[in-house]
Protein backbone atom coordinates (compact mmCIF):
# COMPACT_ATOMS: atom_id res chain seq x y z
CA UNK A 1 0.00 0.00 0.00
CA UNK A 2 1.50 3.45 -0.67
CA UNK A 3 1.77 6.35 1.52
CA UNK A 4 -0.19 8.96 1.71
CA UNK A 5 2.37 11.81 1.83
CA UNK A 6 5.04 10.23 3.60
CA UNK A 7 7.29 12.87 2.47
CA UNK A 8 5.66 15.79 3.25
CA UNK A 9 7.14 17.06 6.63
CA UNK A 10 4.21 17.33 8.92
CA UNK A 11 5.63 18.06 11.73
CA UNK A 12 8.02 20.16 10.38
CA UNK A 13 4.86 22.57 9.96
CA UNK A 14 2.57 22.28 13.24
CA UNK A 15 6.48 22.81 15.34
CA UNK A 16 7.31 25.26 13.30
CA UNK A 17 4.79 27.53 12.05
CA UNK A 18 2.17 27.11 14.70
CA UNK A 19 4.82 28.37 17.06
CA UNK A 20 5.85 31.19 15.40
CA UNK A 21 2.39 32.09 14.65
CA UNK A 22 1.42 32.14 18.01
CA UNK A 23 4.15 34.08 19.99
CA UNK A 24 4.02 36.77 16.66
CA UNK A 25 0.19 37.01 16.50
CA UNK A 26 0.38 37.48 12.84
CA UNK A 27 -2.57 37.02 10.63
CA UNK A 28 -2.55 34.44 7.79
CA UNK A 29 -4.99 32.90 5.29
CA UNK A 30 -4.55 30.12 2.78
CA UNK A 31 -5.10 30.25 -0.73
CA UNK A 32 -4.09 27.91 -3.93
CA UNK A 33 -1.65 29.69 -5.54
CA UNK A 34 -0.20 29.37 -9.23
CA UNK A 35 3.31 27.89 -9.08
CA UNK A 36 3.75 30.63 -11.89
CA UNK A 37 3.88 33.28 -8.89
CA UNK A 38 6.26 31.53 -6.57
CA UNK A 39 9.95 32.87 -6.32
CA UNK A 40 12.68 31.05 -4.01
CA UNK A 41 13.75 32.46 -0.87
CA UNK A 42 16.35 34.94 -1.45
CA UNK A 43 19.80 33.03 -0.93
CA UNK A 44 18.34 29.81 0.20
CA UNK A 45 21.02 27.70 1.74
CA UNK A 46 18.65 24.34 1.29
CA UNK A 47 19.28 22.02 -2.29
CA UNK A 48 16.33 20.77 -4.09
CA UNK A 49 17.58 17.43 -5.71
CA UNK A 50 15.24 15.38 -7.87
CA UNK A 51 16.26 12.26 -6.05
CA UNK A 52 14.55 8.80 -4.87
CA UNK A 53 12.77 10.85 -2.07
CA UNK A 54 11.65 13.69 -4.69
CA UNK A 55 10.06 10.61 -6.76
CA UNK A 56 8.37 9.60 -4.16
CA UNK A 57 6.91 12.89 -3.31
CA UNK A 58 5.92 13.66 -7.02
CA UNK A 59 3.92 10.08 -6.75
CA UNK A 60 2.26 11.09 -3.56
CA UNK A 61 1.29 14.50 -4.63
CA UNK A 62 -0.08 12.86 -8.25
CA UNK A 63 -2.31 10.48 -6.19
CA UNK A 64 -3.15 12.61 -2.80
CA UNK A 65 -2.19 15.83 -3.99
CA UNK A 66 -0.41 18.59 -1.54
CA UNK A 67 -1.31 17.52 2.13
CA UNK A 68 0.31 20.49 4.12
CA UNK A 69 0.10 24.25 2.65
CA UNK A 70 3.82 25.25 2.01
CA UNK A 71 4.31 28.98 3.69
CA UNK A 72 4.80 32.19 1.49
CA UNK A 73 4.86 35.63 1.95
CA UNK A 74 3.56 38.11 -0.35
CA UNK A 75 6.08 40.47 -2.49
CA UNK A 76 5.76 43.98 -3.60
CA UNK A 77 5.94 42.87 -7.08
CA UNK A 78 3.11 40.59 -6.35
CA UNK A 79 5.07 37.46 -6.56
CA UNK A 80 5.21 35.12 -3.22
CA UNK A 81 8.30 34.36 -1.60
CA UNK A 82 8.25 30.39 -0.24
CA UNK A 83 9.36 30.53 2.86
CA UNK A 84 8.79 26.92 3.76
CA UNK A 85 8.14 24.47 0.57
CA UNK A 86 10.32 24.30 -1.99
CA UNK A 87 10.29 21.00 -2.14
CA UNK A 88 6.76 20.38 -2.88
CA UNK A 89 7.10 22.75 -5.25
CA UNK A 90 9.26 21.21 -6.96
CA UNK A 91 7.31 18.03 -6.77
CA UNK A 92 4.54 19.89 -8.10
CA UNK A 93 6.14 21.21 -11.29
CA UNK A 94 7.44 17.00 -11.95
CA UNK A 95 4.35 15.87 -11.15
CA UNK A 96 2.40 18.83 -13.56
CA UNK A 97 0.44 20.04 -10.89
CA UNK A 98 -0.05 23.86 -12.15
CA UNK A 99 -1.36 25.33 -8.12
CA UNK A 100 -0.47 23.99 -5.09
CA UNK A 101 -2.02 25.41 -1.06
CA UNK A 102 -0.23 27.70 0.65
CA UNK A 103 -0.10 29.58 4.02
CA UNK A 104 0.18 33.01 2.94
CA UNK A 105 1.96 35.42 5.70
CA UNK A 106 3.19 39.11 6.51
CA UNK A 107 6.95 38.70 7.28
CA UNK A 108 9.74 40.59 7.78
CA UNK A 109 13.28 39.13 6.84
CA UNK A 110 14.24 38.25 10.12
CA UNK A 111 11.07 36.62 11.12
CA UNK A 112 10.64 34.84 7.24
CA UNK A 113 14.62 33.86 7.65
CA UNK A 114 14.11 31.95 11.04
CA UNK A 115 10.93 30.09 9.87
CA UNK A 116 12.66 29.25 6.64
CA UNK A 117 15.69 27.72 8.58
CA UNK A 118 13.66 26.22 11.26
CA UNK A 119 11.49 24.16 8.97
CA UNK A 120 14.65 22.84 6.87
CA UNK A 121 16.09 21.50 9.30
CA UNK A 122 13.79 18.61 10.11
CA UNK A 123 15.14 17.82 6.95
CA UNK A 124 17.19 14.59 6.56
CA UNK A 125 20.41 14.39 5.02
CA UNK A 126 21.44 17.97 5.45
CA UNK A 127 24.91 19.10 3.65
CA UNK A 128 27.67 20.27 6.02
CA UNK A 129 27.49 23.38 3.53
CA UNK A 130 23.78 23.93 3.84
CA UNK A 131 23.92 23.65 7.95
CA UNK A 132 26.41 26.24 7.78
CA UNK A 133 24.91 28.80 5.92
CA UNK A 134 21.08 27.72 7.30
CA UNK A 135 23.11 28.62 11.28
CA UNK A 136 25.03 31.96 9.93
CA UNK A 137 21.63 33.14 8.26
CA UNK A 138 19.63 32.64 11.45
CA UNK A 139 22.24 34.10 13.45
CA UNK A 140 22.38 37.12 11.68
CA UNK A 141 18.53 37.43 11.68
CA UNK A 142 18.19 36.92 15.75
CA UNK A 143 20.95 39.58 16.50
CA UNK A 144 19.37 41.95 14.04
CA UNK A 145 15.83 41.30 16.08
CA UNK A 146 17.58 41.41 18.89
CA UNK A 147 18.66 45.08 18.15
CA UNK A 148 15.07 45.59 17.36
CA UNK A 149 12.94 47.54 19.75
CA UNK A 150 9.79 46.71 18.25
CA UNK A 151 10.13 43.09 18.75
CA UNK A 152 12.23 43.17 22.06
CA UNK A 153 8.99 41.65 23.86
CA UNK A 154 8.89 38.94 21.88
CA UNK A 155 10.37 35.36 22.58
CA UNK A 156 13.33 35.86 21.03
CA UNK A 157 13.72 39.33 22.83
CA UNK A 158 13.42 37.61 26.25
CA UNK A 159 16.19 34.67 24.95
CA UNK A 160 18.75 37.00 24.16
CA UNK A 161 18.35 39.13 27.40
CA UNK A 162 20.11 35.88 29.05
CA UNK A 163 21.49 34.52 26.31
CA UNK A 164 23.94 34.84 23.08
CA UNK A 165 22.28 34.69 20.24
CA UNK A 166 24.70 31.52 19.22
CA UNK A 167 23.66 30.27 22.31
CA UNK A 168 19.57 30.60 20.82
CA UNK A 169 20.42 28.74 17.27
CA UNK A 170 22.07 26.27 19.30
CA UNK A 171 19.37 25.41 21.76
CA UNK A 172 16.91 25.35 18.73
CA UNK A 173 19.07 23.09 16.72
CA UNK A 174 19.55 20.82 19.60
CA UNK A 175 23.38 21.59 19.10
CA UNK A 176 26.28 22.73 21.39
CA UNK A 177 27.05 26.47 20.92
CA UNK A 178 30.39 25.41 19.97
CA UNK A 179 29.82 23.19 17.61
CA UNK A 180 27.23 25.93 16.18
CA UNK A 181 30.29 27.70 15.59
CA UNK A 182 32.44 25.11 13.96
CA UNK A 183 29.79 24.67 11.35
CA UNK A 184 29.45 28.13 10.69
CA UNK A 185 33.24 28.22 10.35
CA UNK A 186 32.91 26.26 7.44
CA UNK A 187 31.59 29.74 5.54
CA UNK A 188 34.55 30.77 5.27
CA UNK A 189 36.15 27.86 3.18
CA UNK A 190 36.72 28.30 -0.25
CA UNK A 191 33.82 26.56 -2.23
CA UNK A 192 36.04 24.28 -3.71
CA UNK A 193 37.03 22.81 -0.43
CA UNK A 194 33.01 23.17 1.27
CA UNK A 195 32.58 21.02 -2.00
CA UNK A 196 35.26 18.47 -0.82
CA UNK A 197 33.50 18.32 2.59
CA UNK A 198 29.99 17.91 1.15
CA UNK A 199 31.47 14.72 -0.72
CA UNK A 200 33.54 13.68 2.39
CA UNK A 201 36.76 13.80 0.75
CA UNK A 202 37.57 16.48 3.40
CA UNK A 203 36.74 15.64 7.17
CA UNK A 204 34.84 17.89 9.31
CA UNK A 205 37.22 18.59 11.60
CA UNK A 206 40.06 19.45 9.56
CA UNK A 207 37.86 21.15 7.68
CA UNK A 208 37.25 23.70 10.04
CA UNK A 209 40.96 23.82 10.99
CA UNK A 210 41.89 25.00 7.58
CA UNK A 211 38.76 27.55 7.59
CA UNK A 212 41.34 30.00 8.90
CA UNK A 213 43.92 30.12 6.15
CA UNK A 214 43.96 32.87 3.90
CA UNK A 215 42.22 32.27 0.49
CA UNK A 216 45.46 32.09 -1.17
CA UNK A 217 46.31 29.33 1.46
CA UNK A 218 43.22 27.64 1.14
CA UNK A 219 44.18 27.96 -2.91
CA UNK A 220 47.21 25.77 -1.84
CA UNK A 221 45.56 23.13 0.06
CA UNK A 222 42.70 22.42 -3.19
CA UNK A 223 45.97 22.12 -5.42
CA UNK A 224 47.49 20.25 -2.83
CA UNK A 225 44.50 17.69 -2.25
CA UNK A 226 43.67 17.05 -5.96
CA UNK A 227 47.36 16.50 -6.75
CA UNK A 228 47.81 14.01 -4.06
CA UNK A 229 44.37 12.61 -3.89
CA UNK A 230 45.14 12.59 -0.22
CA UNK A 231 42.60 14.31 3.03
CA UNK A 232 44.33 16.20 5.84
CA UNK A 233 44.25 14.63 8.86
CA UNK A 234 43.34 16.81 11.98
CA UNK A 235 46.86 17.58 13.04
CA UNK A 236 48.05 17.70 9.84
CA UNK A 237 45.17 20.94 9.26
CA UNK A 238 46.58 21.85 12.51
CA UNK A 239 50.11 22.31 11.46
CA UNK A 240 49.27 24.03 8.24
CA UNK A 241 46.67 26.39 10.01
CA UNK A 242 49.59 27.17 12.94
CA UNK A 243 52.39 27.46 10.16
CA UNK A 244 49.74 30.21 8.09
CA UNK A 245 49.18 32.22 11.82
CA UNK A 246 53.20 32.05 12.14
CA UNK A 247 53.30 33.75 8.27
CA UNK A 248 55.74 30.84 7.67
CA UNK A 249 53.38 28.54 5.56
CA UNK A 250 54.30 28.17 1.86
CA UNK A 251 52.88 26.33 -0.84
CA UNK A 252 55.56 23.34 -0.69
CA UNK A 253 54.95 23.34 2.65
CA UNK A 254 50.91 22.72 2.37
CA UNK A 255 52.10 19.97 -0.19
CA UNK A 256 54.64 18.55 1.58
CA UNK A 257 52.18 18.23 5.05
CA UNK A 258 48.98 16.80 2.81
CA UNK A 259 51.41 13.99 1.03
CA UNK A 260 52.96 12.70 4.20
CA UNK A 261 52.23 9.10 5.05
CA UNK A 262 49.54 8.79 8.00
CA UNK A 263 50.31 6.66 10.42
CA UNK A 264 48.02 3.85 10.79
CA UNK A 265 45.19 4.41 13.84
CA UNK A 266 45.42 0.58 14.61
CA UNK A 267 46.85 -2.11 14.72
CA UNK A 268 46.18 -5.07 12.82
CA UNK A 269 43.69 -7.39 14.82
CA UNK A 270 43.45 -11.32 14.33
CA UNK A 271 39.84 -12.98 15.69
CA UNK A 272 40.04 -16.89 16.69
CA UNK A 273 38.08 -18.92 14.52
CA UNK A 274 36.67 -19.71 17.95
CA UNK A 275 35.62 -16.66 18.81
CA UNK A 276 34.22 -15.69 15.33
CA UNK A 277 32.03 -19.12 15.51
CA UNK A 278 29.72 -18.11 18.51
CA UNK A 279 28.07 -15.29 15.66
CA UNK A 280 28.37 -17.24 12.37
CA UNK A 281 26.61 -20.56 10.88
CA UNK A 282 29.16 -23.30 10.18
CA UNK A 283 28.33 -22.95 6.61
CA UNK A 284 30.01 -19.60 6.39
CA UNK A 285 33.27 -19.36 4.41
CA UNK A 286 35.98 -17.23 6.18
CA UNK A 287 35.35 -14.65 2.92
CA UNK A 288 31.52 -14.33 4.09
CA UNK A 289 32.33 -13.81 7.78
CA UNK A 290 34.68 -11.03 6.75
CA UNK A 291 32.42 -9.22 4.09
CA UNK A 292 29.72 -9.37 6.90
CA UNK A 293 32.54 -7.92 9.39
CA UNK A 294 33.41 -5.12 6.97
CA UNK A 295 29.92 -4.00 6.59
CA UNK A 296 28.88 -3.80 9.85
CA UNK A 297 31.82 -1.70 10.77
CA UNK A 298 31.44 0.63 7.42
CA UNK A 299 27.38 1.16 8.89
CA UNK A 300 29.11 2.15 12.39
CA UNK A 301 31.61 4.18 10.70
CA UNK A 302 29.42 6.29 9.47
CA UNK A 303 27.07 6.61 12.12
CA UNK A 304 29.90 7.78 13.98
CA UNK A 305 30.88 10.49 11.77
CA UNK A 306 27.60 11.72 11.70
CA UNK A 307 27.35 11.85 15.02
CA UNK A 308 30.62 13.96 15.25
CA UNK A 309 29.56 16.28 12.73
CA UNK A 310 26.38 17.23 15.09
Not at 109 to 127: G, H, K, P
Not at 163 to 180: C, I, L, M
Not at 203 to 222: C, H, I, N
Request: glycine fraction near 4%.
Amino acid sequence: MKSSGKNIDLASFDSIFSTEETRQGGKQHIEQLSLSDLVPFKDHPFRVVDDDRMKETVESIREYGVLVPIIVRPMEDGSYEIVSGHRRKRACELAEVEEIPAIVRELDDDEATIIMVDSNLQRENILPSERAKAYQMKLDAIKHRGERRDLTCGQIGHKLETKKAREVVAEDAGESPRQVQRFIRLNDLSEALRDKVDKGELGFTPAVELSFLKPEEQEWVEHALDETQQTPSLSQAQRIKQESKEGTLTEETVHKIISEEKKPLYNSVTLSHDTLKKYFPKSYTAKQMENIIIRLLDTWLKKRQQSQER
